[in-house]
T-cell receptor, first 115, second 110 residues
Framework: EAGVTQSPTHLIKTRGQQATLRCSPISGHTSVYWYQQALGLGLQFLLWYDEGEERNRGNFPPRFSGRQFPNYSSELNVNALELEDSALYLC??????????????FGSGTRLTVV | DQQVKQNSPSLSVQEGRISILNCDYTNSMFDYFLWYKKYPAEGPTFLISISSIKDKNEDGRFTVFLNKSAKHLSLHIVPSQPGDSAVYFCAASAGNQFYFGTGTSLTVIP
């Protein structure tokens, strides 16, 4: 069974540009979560999608947005990039409304560097 | 508002000794707790869990303790091995969404 896959692995952007990060959940998982791990910080919750809808949003500005497609894959968009957006962005997936004993399954992340 | 806190950013332990990682939470509705382990450039992986109906769960060298009255959980690793060197995150949930702590970087010294 394929795990959660994220692309690209690394992304370098210039301040002010837009970044698009992609995530494919485990087959059968309909919930997708996005987290930001900035240097020296923990996992900051960004967004939760389920069945194509945004279920919850963390304390991030509106330039962080995303969507979930009919096949449950998801995209995270970051507009007007700032230097402090440089971080590891992690995607996780889970079963819908049914908490698994092991919580979420995470992908390996996309390392975004803003220069 | 950080509902799950890990107050020790780092911990160093000699190989063979016990590692104790701590986690505090504020939401009394949390009823399920997890520990994740994360290596650099990888996503976190599930390590061990505990339900609020228990106060201890053991899996090999890893034991998680839950003190509901103190809203505190801890992870014990005995004996610690160099391969245990990683960042450990605790997480708590009251439904489908998990809230993560800030992580503790464990270094096991050979």
């Amino acid at each position: 069974e394929a795990g959660v896959t994220q692309s690209p692995t690394h992304l370098i952007k210039t301040r002010g540009q837009q970044a698009t990060l992609r995530c494919s959940p485990i087959s059968g998982h309909t919930s997708v979560y996005w987290y930001q791990q900035a240097l020296g910080l923990g996992l900051q919750f960004l967004l939760w999608y389920d069945e194509g809808e945004e279920r919850n949003r963390g304390n991030f500005p509106p330039r962080f947005s995303g969507r979930q497609f009919p096949n449950y894959s998801s995209e995270l968009n970051v507009n007007a990039l700032e230097l402090e957006d440089s971080a590891l962005y992690l995607c996780a997936s889970s079963w819908p409304w049914d908490r698994a004993d092991y919580g979420y399954t995470f992908g390996s992340g996309t390392r975004l560097t803003v220069v | 508002d950080q509902q799950v806190k890990q107050n020790s950013p780092s911990l160093s332990v000699q190989e063979g000794r016990i590692s104790i990682l701590n986690c505090d939470y504020t939401n009394s509705m949390f009823d399920y707790f997890l520990w994740y382990k994360k290596y650099p450039a990888e996503g976190p992986t599930f390590l061990i869990s505990i339900s609020s109906i228990k106060d201890k769960n053991e899996d090999g060298r890893f034991t998680v303790f839950l003190n509901k009255s103190a809203k505190h959980l801890s992870l014990h690793i005995v004996p610690s091995q160099p391969g245990d060197s990683a960042v450990y995150f605790c997480a708590a949930s009251a439904g489908n969404q998990f809230y993560f702590g800030t992580g503790t970087s464990l270094t096991v010294i050979p």
